[in-house]
């Protein structure tokens, strides 16, 4: 059972759509992460939320906005991406507090294709 | 920086067999976590088991068991009886013990279990 879960499973969508990627936990965990990974790679981290605020952005292009409403949500709004951003986007979430062992709980992802 | 090298980019085995996937990494900090992710076709990525650098006896989890040797720096995952259910990427990760949110990923291992 995920504990993770992410909407959409799919999604494609055009160089001019707007379109948002949705993710909830409720482990209580207070950072949530967004990761894209193309095929046979590692993922590759784009955002941290700690606390409901963002803590790290990996330089990640302003078409790609996060969004944390609450401590359970976290959300990615896409507009005018490019066909190079075709790829899985995963929702991970983990104890935020200091010291914390850092294990990861992953949804099974968005598989977003731009077309 | 750190860095983490998985040197193997597939491997194959017959079911029922023992698998070493190997993973080095390169770091100056004493206090640190490493782990081993598991990604199976269906995509979600889960946790197969974690160390603590601080500990010296080697983590296990039933049929999967670590190698941990600090001084080479090397982190080697054991996989017994492999299944089926065992065919996946599998991610080596580290992450410093002060650092709340970076992972540092290997390129992963695509492992197949032959029946």
């Known amino acids: 059972d995920t504990e993770v879960t992410q909407t959409p499973k799919h999604l494609v969508m055009g160089m001019t759509n707007k379109k948002s990627l949705k993710c909830e936990q409720h482990?209580?965990?207070?950072?949530m992460y967004w990761y894209k990974q193309k095929a046979k790679k590692p993922p590759e981290l784009m955002f941290v939320?700690?606390?409901?605020?963002?803590?790290i952005n990996e330089s990640v292009p302003s078409r790609f906005s996060p969004e944390c409403p609450n401590s359970s949500l976290l959300n990615l709004h896409l507009h005018a991406l490019q066909p190079e951003d075709s790829a899985l986007y995963l929702c991970?979430?983990?104890?935020?507090?200091?010291?914390?062992?850092?294990?990861?709980?992953f949804g099974e992802g968005s598989r977003l294709t731009v077309l | 920086a750190q860095t983490v090298t998985q040197s193997q980019p597939e491997m194959s085995v017959q079911e029922a067999e023992t698998v070493t996937l190997s993973c080095t990494y390169d770091?100056?900090?004493?206090?640190?976590?490493l782990f081993w992710y598991k990604q199976p076709p269906s995509r979600q990525m889960i946790l197969v088991i974690r160390?603590?650098?601080?500990k010296q006896q080697n983590a296990t989890e039933n049929r999967f068991s670590v190698n941990f040797q600090k001084a080479a720096k090397s982190f080697s995952l054991k996989i017994s009886d492999s299944q089926l259910g065992d065919t996946a990427m599998y991610f080596c990760?580290?992450?410093?013990?002060?650092?709340?949110?970076?992972?540092?990923w290997g390129a992963g291992t695509k492992l197949i279990i032959k029946p």
């Open positions: 991970a979430s983990s104890q935020a507090k200091v010291g914390n062992t850092g294990e990861l709980f």
């Open positions: 482990m209580g965990h207070r950072a």
């Open positions: 939320y700690s606390y409901e605020k963002l803590s």
């Open positions: 770091t100056s900090e004493s206090n640190y976590y």
């Open positions: 160390q603590e650098a601080y």
């Open positions: 990760a580290f992450r410093e013990m002060d650092s709340n949110y970076q992972l540092i």
